[in-house]
């Protein structure tokens, strides 16, 4: 079963940084591509950036590059969000899933965790 767990969110201010963390199982996670979602107020779901498999490739949504760093550890089957920076605009709960442009498992979302900036 695919399962998806996000973590790291928080209350922050405007120009701090936060780390989420995404634990994954039930899919071969080390050779998958996967990336990180947003939802913030009012609007759908949107990419924020993505990883390839073999940890080479990226690519990210305007609003993130050079501000959001991702990442992944094999070993522990997690991808990570480091974001700097951050900006009102950029409160949502962010999410995580396999693919690079598109989510691969649209029906097995995780809950998400939600991140706030706000001074």
């Known amino acids: 079963q695919v399962q998806f767990v996000e973590s790291g969110g928080g209350l922050v201010q405007p120009g701090e940084s936060l780390r989420l963390s995404c634990h994954v199982s039930?899919?071969?996670?080390?050779?998958?591509?996967m990336s990180w979602y947003r939802q913030t107020p009012g609007k759908e779901r949107e990419l924020v950036g993505g990883?390839?498999?073999?940890?080479?490739?990226?690519n990210w949504m305007d609003y993130a590059k050079g501000r959001f760093t991702i990442s992944k550890d094999d070993a522990k089957m997690t991808l990570y969000l480091e974001m700097t920076n951050l900006q009102p605009e950029d409160t949502g709960v962010y999410f995580c899933?396999?693919?690079?442009?598109?989510?691969?498992?649209?029906?097995?979302w995780g809950q998400g965790t939600q991140v706030t900036v706000s001074s």
């Open positions: 990883l390839s498999g073999d940890g080479y490739g990226r």
């Open positions: 899933n396999a693919g690079y442009w598109r989510p691969k498992f649209d029906d097995s």
């Open positions: 039930g899919f071969a996670f080390s050779t998958s591509d």
